[in-house]
């Protein structure tokens, strides 16, 4: 697989990875790995939720607006 950075990207990416001590390569493999496992447990969530809805399991509006304002509170 190919994967083409703008000279900007390149040169932010080799400046990141003198700085960590890693090969460019390196790090690239290191972000598709993170972002592939945060993409899986986005993905996997969004079908929990979907799944919960069909099943008629979800929060009123006023209930929602309620919990955000009692998370923000603390």
Known sequence: MEVHLTPE???RLSEI???AGASPG???ENLVS???DEESRFLAAVEKGLA???RGE???EEEMDA???A???Q
């Open 52 to 54: 919960a809805s069909q």
């Open 71 to 73: 998370m923000l509170r």
């Open 34 to 36: 993170r972002y592939l």
């Open 17 to 19: 990875a003198m700085k």
């Open 26 to 28: 390196r790090i690239v």
């Open 67 to 69: 919990r955000i304002e």
């Open 58 to 60: 979800f929060l009123e």
């Open 9 to 11: 990207q390149q040169n």
